[in-house]
Each structure stands twice: as C-alpha cells, then as structure tokens.
C-alpha cells in the first residue's frame, strides 16, 4: 500500500490548510483499520492529529480537536485532512499514515504500517 501527501506548501495564517492523501495498492475501507494524519514541526517530535478508520468512524487529538477535521472520498481511495484557522505554529511536515491499531503516541513513522513521504507546510504571511 502506498500513500502520497498533496497540498499546497504555503499557507498563510487565519485561512484553512486542506490535505490530501491519496491511498494506491489498496482500498481505504478494506485495507488496515486506521489512516490518520501526523506532523512534525521544525525541530520538534511527531504529533498525532487525527484519525479515521475504514467505516468512516474519526478520532482528534484533543490538542487540535476544535481546528481539525478528517473525511474521506472513497470513490477516489482518498482521505482529507482540515485545519483552521492556521496558525505559524502549524508549520511542519504532514504525513498521512495507515496502521492496524490508533496509534495516538507516536514515537517514530516506523509505529504504522504505511506512510507517505511527507509534505512541508509553512504557515506564513
């Protein structure tokens, strides 16, 4: 299964960041349980924002629960991720993630099962 991040790479600040991952080699409602979105701003460890399993079920870290949405397209084997309003501290490098278990504590990419490669997103005036 493999997974590609899409979006654009500059944002700026108050407006909505809207991500896409693309899933190929397999289904988003069959293959793994769990496709969620993580993040590692500059300097910093990766951060668990959110899930959606494969019936469509979301799960938000609580940290960004109020600026986070999560929905799929499965006509198109995608799911999308959501924030807003952004803000500087949101700059970082999006990964989209598939996994068999939530895996909210992430230590490394290596805890899921399949990722992408990653998207920079820089939150700026």
């Known amino acids: 299964v493999q997974l590609q991040e899409s979006g654009p790479g500059l944002v700026k600040p108050s407006q909505t960041l809207s991500l896409t991952c693309t899933v190929s080699g397999g289904s988003i409602t069959n293959d793994y349980v769990y496709w969620s979105w993580i993040r590692q701003p500059p300097g910093k460890g990766l951060e668990w924002m959110g899930a959606?399993?494969?019936?469509?079920?979301?799960y938000y870290s609580p940290n960004l629960k109020s600026r986070t949405s999560i929905s799929r397209d499965t006509s198109k084997n995608q799911f999308i991720l959501q924030l807003k309003p952004v803000i500087p501290e949101d700059t970082a490098v999006y990964y989209c993630t598939g996994s068999l278990e939530l895996i909210r504590d992430v230590r490394a990419l290596t805890d899921f099962s399949s990722w992408g490669q990653g998207i920079q997103v820089t939150v700026s005036s």
């Open positions: 959606i399993n494969r019936s469509g079920s979301r």
